[in-house]
């Protein structure tokens, strides 16, 4: 029997988190530097894409859901072209954008099929007023029928309780891919949705499957 694939076109979701960009350069390698021993890549290929929050975004969009994410960005070339990628995707992107700050970006330097490097310019936003977020995203929920949080800890969900809580007095249910020790934040939320290395940094070190999955 064939499982039951949900209809994500009836979906609408809130995308609440940390948006990036994620930028990879591609191309050969065959020498290594005089000045130091690293390989010379000659790029050939540059590919962007919508990254941590955003990319959340992307997969829910290409399962066929109706998406508006939220997130903080710097006022740079970064954002517009983040907000132009999601754009030509029909995911509805409201950047709060803010004058001398960065938008959170990863480079990827690649050759021959591997990764040789990631350079990641980032610096938290010191200057964000959370409540400008917390505006937004309240005035979304009626829009949506299910909200995601996707927290990296770059700042731009450094009130997510409250969020939580205006989601649950609506009744919206609170998915949260969580980041850190600190699972005490998330409380109120539906569901969590941690990898294996995020679950054991809370609950400690699981070395045999059977203890996973009686924890």
Excluded at 15 to 22: E, P, S
Excluded at 42 to 54: D, L, Q
Excluded at 143 to 149: A, Q, S
Excluded at 182 to 202: Q, S
Aim: proline residues 7%; aromatic residues 6%.
């Amino acid at each position: 029997m064939k499982p039951q694939i949900p209809r994500f076109e009836q979906a609408r979701i809130l995308i609440a988190g940390d948006v990036m960009l994620d930028r990879y350069w591609h191309g050969p390698s065959s020498r290594i530097s005089p000045e130091a021993p690293v390989p010379i890549v000659k790029v050939e290929e540059v590919e962007e894409r919508p990254g941590g929050a955003a990319n959340v975004a992307v997969n829910i969009a290409t399962l066929g859901g109706q998406v508006r994410v939220l997130g903080v960005a710097g006022a740079d070339e970064a954002a517009s072209l983040l907000e132009a990628k999601l754009h030509r995707l029909g995911i509805a992107s409201d950047l709060i954008r803010l004058p001398g700050q960065a938008t959170i970006a990863k480079l990827r330097v690649l050759s021959r099929n591997q990764q040789l490097l990631r350079l990641d310019f980032e610096d938290g936003f010191p200057d964000f007023e959370p409540a400008a977020l917390h505006e937004r995203f309240t005035a979304s929920l009626p829009d949506c029928n299910v909200v995601v949080l996707s927290d990296y800890q770059k700042g731009a969900l450094r009130r997510i309780e409250a969020l939580i809580a205006a989601a649950r007095a609506v009744g919206r249910p609170v998915l949260v891919d969580p980041k850190g020790r600190d699972f005490d934040r998330y409380r109120g939320a539906t569901l969590l949705t941690p990898n294996l290395a995020e679950f054991e940094t809370v609950a400690g070190s699981a070395h045999r499957a059977c203890l996973l999955l009686s924890t």
